[in-house]
Structure formats: C-alpha cells, structure tokens
C-alpha cells in the first residue's frame, strides 16, 4: 500500500490499522458506505467515543462525495446529498435509536490558504462528538491535526476505485476492523 501523502494531515503519525478495498462500481461503494454506516453506528456508543474525524482524499472526481452520500444513505438518511464546496459544510442531524447523530461533511476545495479553516469556525464541529467527514483536508494543512481514518480514492478505470484505508486512532481502528 503506497504511503499516505505527506499533506494529508500533520503530525504525521504511524498507522494503526491499514486496508485497501477494490470499488468495482457505484455499487460496491454504496455496500462500502453500509458497512462504514454500521461501523459509525457500533462504535459511536462505545466507552471514551468522543467524535470521528475521517479525511478524505483523491482528485477531482475520485468518489468522495460518492462515499458520503453512500454512508449518508447507510446511516438512513434519505433526502438529498449536495457537495458542499460552495457551502463548505453541510450539516446532518440523523435519527439513531441511541440518540441523534451530528455529521458534517466539508469541502476545502476553494480554501486558498490553510487561515481560512481557523476564519471559517470550523473547529467546535470536531470537538462535539460530531462524525466529521472532509474533502480536500490538504487544504486546511496542519490545522485539523491527525485524523482518526484518511480514506485515499484513486480510479483505476471509469468505474473502478482503489480505496486505501488507514486507522490513526482507537476509534479509527475499530471503525475500520468493521468495514
């Protein structure tokens, strides 16, 4: 498995827990997302759980914003997914038998420098108990620190998408043990 890129998040720190998974279509995504749903949902009422920070990278067109629709989905949400570049998050507050579930999907696309995470607030939404799921993490460089999972998006073809998995964290690890 090739190295995580070094801008991916700071301090760089060793990986406890690593996997890759073939995406052959839109629908092993969706089936990735379940199973990253389920993982959430299991592991967000374990002792000590305090949030999840999930990094996503790949370029343009990779699949990420596919990836959250698809947790989304698994998690039981059922109305629309819009890519939050332009809004550069977008909240969810999903019904779960255990109590309400606050997820936020970024996007730092437009960031043009690493300040505009700290302008923009962003960080009570980490320190909430909150899933929080970014694209483009590069972006706001060191500031978000080390991530509980990074999942790397590379195609492979018009359909097919390498998925690297990496678990930095307890909370990551056992997420990723479940998927």
């Not at 998040?9 to 890759?20: D, N």
């Not at 002792?47 to 998690?75: E, Y």
């Not at 109590?99 to 996007?107: N, P, R």
Request: glycine residues 8%; hydrophobic residues 45%.
């Amino acid at each position: 498995m090739p190295a995580a890129p070094a801008s991916s998040f700071f301090p760089p720190a060793k990986a406890l827990l690593e996997r890759r998974f073939t995406l052959d279509d839109l629908a092993a995504t969706d089936a990735f997302g379940v199973r990253f749903a389920r993982a959430i949902d299991e592991i967000r009422v374990t002792p000590g759980f305090s949030g999840l920070h999930v990094q996503l990278l790949g370029d343009l067109g990779a699949g990420k914003t596919t990836l959250v629709r698809a947790t989304l989905a698994g998690l039981g949400h059922s109305g629309r997914v819009r890519s939050p570049t332009y809004t550069l998050v977008e909240p969810y507050a999903l019904a779960r038998e255990r109590g309400e579930l606050a997820l936020y999907h970024f996007d730092l696309y437009r960031f043009a420098d690493p300040a505009e995470w700290l302008d923009a607030g962003f960080r009570e939404y980490f320190d909430a108990g909150a899933i929080c799921l970014v694209e483009w993490p590069q972006k706001a460089g060191a500031l978000l620190g080390t991530p509980d999972l990074v999942f790397a998006l590379e195609p492979i073809d018009e359909h097919r998408r390498l998925l690297d998995a990496r678990a930095y964290s307890e909370s990551g690890k056992a997420c990723l043990e479940r998927c």
